[in-house]
């Protein structure tokens, strides 16, 4: 593993050396088409002006997650790249689609915005924009020209089994509760 | 080649991977076309019949007729669909199977090159990640239909497919705990060195598992519920005619082609044979020994989809109460105690 992340870097390193003299190194690139595609793909989920059909929505979901996984992939952190299609591109929005396939559209097409939706959009909204502000204010920009994460299969491994373990075993009985009780509401006759 | 060596690390590398693509996507693409031929061959000895023989010897034309007449027929759009995704979906179900072939080690090396297009560390979470996007094209094929039984057919099969991913993904846990990395590469290397090596033989309840499981996600008899014609009428593909149709169609055989390709990198040794050292990666200069560990890992992948063919026609298709049952009931629970048990072992052994 270290010796694929060494190779990986150097290939990097060199590929902008090469670049920079004309222009942006091809990562750089790449990280803003990935941003403007999350972007415009969150705000497509959310408020498509030309449909609002909710199969529609799920489906630019999948698109933001892919170009998220892509955000992941310019940082190194393949193995959370693979994890975010696979778990979410993969199981969580399928699921999303069968129960929005399965429920009645027509309703939900014609359904007028609330006031209370739109005063919790707005309250989420402004709390993620600051903690977005605050997270650019008290960080200082371009301090660090190769921002890489801790991605390695193996040295996440090692982490999440020794120091954050406890956090860990904590997610994974939330997990096993939600999956009971999902069971325990499935079952028609409770006895 | 002089003005090849002047080139910087990058085009040299941005042209052997355009390369690789090309030539793993035409390898893929030209079994496709042949599996389809093999299989109305393989179908017709079974049955006791000749199967295709009118264009070329043996009907080995065949599969060009089939494309110009899937081409030429009528492309009919029924009124009722939903446009985009009907559009969308037949493309959709082609993709993912294409991408996964990406991260396939097919060979060792042909001279310098590392034969695999992207040597990924987390090479089968990549893997499982593209598969399980695939359930994508099948649930908009239906959905875009808008009507009942392609929809049913759709919801029926992506059920399908969601179930058994997660006892091919518990199967392959095993896998990976006996060989310590998620690279396919290394999976390939951990298995030189004699048959007794080959991961089939280490881990056999993984590879029964993985090899149910790929019948499910290919959508092969017998677990073909998704185009179970006397109950839902063809399932999720009824509206589509002509290429659409098509795309359809050689996606299963594509899907069948990547997922054999899987089954042989996992579990049959990749490009090893443990035979006259051909289960070392091939030096700079044995271009023969490279070419070599290509054809052979061509052979065992295609050893595999003749056997998905063969299967086919002689067994039934499975019920939709037994698919799920078998999926949830057998082959989850046996792919955790597998877990289990190879973790236990492997604990054992460290230990003494």
């Given at each position: 593993m270290e010796e694929e992340g060494g190779r990986g870097r150097g290939a990097g390193k060199f590929s902008g050396q090469n670049l920079k003299q004309r222009n942006m190194p091809p990562t750089d690139i790449l990280f803003y088409v990935f941003a403007a595609l999350t972007l415009l793909c969150g705000v497509l989920v959310v408020a498509n002006p030309f449909s609002r059909n909710p199969v529609t929505s799920a489906m630019f979901l999948v698109l933001t997650v892919a170009s998220m996984a892509g955000l992941f992939v310019l940082l190194r952190a393949f193995f959370l790249a693979a994890i975010q299609i696979l778990v979410y591109a993969g199981a969580v929005i399928v699921l999303f689609l069968f129960v929005i396939m399965l429920l009645d559209l027509r309703a939900e097409e014609r359904r007028k915005v609330k006031r209370f939706g739109l005063v919790g959009a707005l309250l989420s909204v402004g709390a993620i924009t600051a903690i977005f502000f605050k997270c650019l204010s008290s960080s200082a920009l371009g301090a660090d020209p190769s921002p890489t994460m801790e991605g390695g299969t193996i040295a996440l491994g090692k982490l999440l089994f020794t120091r954050y373990l406890l956090p860990f075993e904590i997610v994974s009985v939330l997990l096993l509760v939600a999956m009971v009780g999902v069971v325990l509401l499935s079952k028609k006759d409770l006895k | 080649m002089t003005w090849f060596d002047h080139l910087s690390p990058l085009p040299q590398f941005l042209i052997f991977s355009a390369l690789k693509i090309l030539g793993v996507f035409s390898v893929l693409m030209f079994i496709v076309a042949y599996a389809v031929w093999v299989e109305r061959k393989v179908s017709a000895a079974i049955q006791d019949r000749l199967g295709p023989n009118r264009f070329g010897p043996f009907g080995l034309l065949q599969p060009i007729a089939d494309a110009v007449k899937s081409f030429l027929k009528e492309d009919f759009t029924p009124a009722h669909v939903r446009k985009v995704y009907y559009w969308l979906a037949p493309a959709i179900v082609m993709i993912p199977s294409i991408l996964v072939a990406a991260v396939i080690p097919f060979g060792s090396y042909l001279g310098r090159q590392k034969m695999v297009i992207a040597d990924l560390d987390v090479g089968i979470l990549y893997t499982f990640g593209i598969v399980s996007l695939g359930v994508y094209g099948i649930v908009l094929a239906g959905y875009a239909a808008n009507s009942k039984y392609p929809f049913l057919g759709g919801i029926r099969s992506s059920a399908q497919l969601i179930s058994y991913e997660?006892?091919?993904?518990?199967?392959?846990?095993?896998?990976?705990?006996?060989v310590g990395d998620l690279n396919l590469s290394r999976v390939v290397l951990f298995q030189s060195g004699g048959f007794t090596h080959w991961i089939i033989f280490k881990q056999p309840v993984a590879f029964v598992i993985f090899l149910v499981a790929i019948f499910a996600e290919t959508n092969r008899t017998p677990f073909d519920l998704p185009e179970a014609e006397q109950e839902l009428a063809g399932g999720y593909n009824v509206e589509y005619s002509s290429m659409k149709f098509a795309l359809f169609f050689m996606g299963e055989y594509a899907n069948m082609a990547v997922a054999a390709a899987m089954m042989a990198t996992l579990f049959l040794g990749g490009w090893t044979l443990p035979i006259a050292g051909l289960d070392q990666p091939a030096a700079p200069g044995q271009i023969g020994v490279g070419l070599l560990h290509i054809a052979i890992f061509l052979a065992?992948?295609?050893?595999?989809?003749?056997?998905?063919?063969?299967?086919?026609?002689?067994?039934?298709?499975?019920?939709?109460?037994?698919?799920m049952d078998l999926g949830w009931r057998r082959f989850i629970p046996l792919a955790l105690a597998n877990i289990v048990v190879t973790a236990a072992v492997l604990w054992m052994r460290a230990g003494s």
């Amino acid at each position: 593993m270290e010796e694929e992340g060494g190779r990986g870097r150097g290939a990097g390193k060199f590929s902008g050396q090469n670049l920079k003299q004309r222009n942006m190194p091809p990562t750089d690139i790449l990280f803003y088409v990935f941003a403007a595609l999350t972007l415009l793909c969150g705000v497509l989920v959310v408020a498509n002006p030309f449909s609002r059909n909710p199969v529609t929505s799920a489906m630019f979901l999948v698109l933001t997650v892919a170009s998220m996984a892509g955000l992941f992939v310019l940082l190194r952190a393949f193995f959370l790249a693979a994890i975010q299609i696979l778990v979410y591109a993969g199981a969580v929005i399928v699921l999303f689609l069968f129960v929005i396939m399965l429920l009645d559209l027509r309703a939900e097409e014609r359904r007028k915005v609330k006031r209370f939706g739109l005063v919790g959009a707005l309250l989420s909204v402004g709390a993620i924009t600051a903690i977005f502000f605050k997270c650019l204010s008290s960080s200082a920009l371009g301090a660090d020209p190769s921002p890489t994460m801790e991605g390695g299969t193996i040295a996440l491994g090692k982490l999440l089994f020794t120091r954050y373990l406890l956090p860990f075993e904590i997610v994974s009985v939330l997990l096993l509760v939600a999956m009971v009780g999902v069971v325990l509401l499935s079952k028609k006759d409770l006895k | 080649m002089t003005w090849f060596d002047h080139l910087s690390p990058l085009p040299q590398f941005l042209i052997f991977s355009a390369l690789k693509i090309l030539g793993v996507f035409s390898v893929l693409m030209f079994i496709v076309a042949y599996a389809v031929w093999v299989e109305r061959k393989v179908s017709a000895a079974i049955q006791d019949r000749l199967g295709p023989n009118r264009f070329g010897p043996f009907g080995l034309l065949q599969p060009i007729a089939d494309a110009v007449k899937s081409f030429l027929k009528e492309d009919f759009t029924p009124a009722h669909v939903r446009k985009v995704y009907y559009w969308l979906a037949p493309a959709i179900v082609m993709i993912p199977s294409i991408l996964v072939a990406a991260v396939i080690p097919f060979g060792s090396y042909l001279g310098r090159q590392k034969m695999v297009i992207a040597d990924l560390d987390v090479g089968i979470l990549y893997t499982f990640g593209i598969v399980s996007l695939g359930v994508y094209g099948i649930v908009l094929a239906g959905y875009a239909a808008n009507s009942k039984y392609p929809f049913l057919g759709g919801i029926r099969s992506s059920a399908q497919l969601i179930s058994y991913e997660i006892a091919m993904g518990l199967s392959v846990v095993a896998v990976f705990l006996l060989v310590g990395d998620l690279n396919l590469s290394r999976v390939v290397l951990f298995q030189s060195g004699g048959f007794t090596h080959w991961i089939i033989f280490k881990q056999p309840v993984a590879f029964v598992i993985f090899l149910v499981a790929i019948f499910a996600e290919t959508n092969r008899t017998p677990f073909d519920l998704p185009e179970a014609e006397q109950e839902l009428a063809g399932g999720y593909n009824v509206e589509y005619s002509s290429m659409k149709f098509a795309l359809f169609f050689m996606g299963e055989y594509a899907n069948m082609a990547v997922a054999a390709a899987m089954m042989a990198t996992l579990f049959l040794g990749g490009w090893t044979l443990p035979i006259a050292g051909l289960d070392q990666p091939a030096a700079p200069g044995q271009i023969g020994v490279g070419l070599l560990h290509i054809a052979i890992f061509l052979a065992k992948m295609l050893w595999v989809v003749f056997m998905m063919i063969w299967v086919r026609w002689m067994w039934p298709r499975f019920r939709y109460d037994q698919l799920m049952d078998l999926g949830w009931r057998r082959f989850i629970p046996l792919a955790l105690a597998n877990i289990v048990v190879t973790a236990a072992v492997l604990w054992m052994r460290a230990g003494s």
